[in-house]
């Protein structure tokens, strides 16, 4: 009932910019947060940022200052703008979320299908 549903990513070259979008869908009472995590092949599936309804945000130190996650809490959505991507950030990017379902009482994590992002000249 619940879904995550990515989209915006693609083809860039170093030191462009991309905005990822995540919508969460379906049976949902609350959200607690929302993220964004990413694997690039033969690596294992790391965290990039997270924001929380509240707005407070966290990076991993290596997307701080270039990347900027945000939610807006009406449409249930995160973004994720991207800016001087480099090559090294090349990986598929899974939206990542704490929802509430209506129905149980506690939350638990979503994760969504995951977008391409390559970054090559």
């Known amino acids: 009932q619940v879904q995550l549903g990515e989209s915006g990513g693609g083809l860039v070259q170093p030191g462009g910019s991309l905005r990822l979008s995540c919508a969460a869908s379906?049976?949902?009472?609350?959200?607690?947060?929302m993220g964004w995590y990413r694997q690039a092949p033969g690596k294992q599936r790391e965290w990039v940022a997270t924001?929380?309804?509240?707005?407070?945000?966290r990076y991993a130190e290596s997307v701080k200052g270039r990347f900027t996650i945000s939610m807006d809490n009406a449409k249930k959505t995160v973004y994720l703008q991207m800016n001087s991507l480099k090559p090294e950030d090349t990986a598929v990017y899974y939206c990542?979320?704490?929802?509430?379902?209506?129905?149980?009482?506690?939350?638990?994590?979503?994760w969504g299908q995951g977008t391409q992002v390559t970054v090559s000249s």
């Open positions: 990542n979320a704490e929802i509430k379902p209506s129905w149980i009482q506690s939350s638990r994590g979503y």
């Open positions: 379906g049976s949902i009472v609350s959200i607690n947060t």
């Open positions: 924001v929380t309804s509240g707005a407070s945000t």
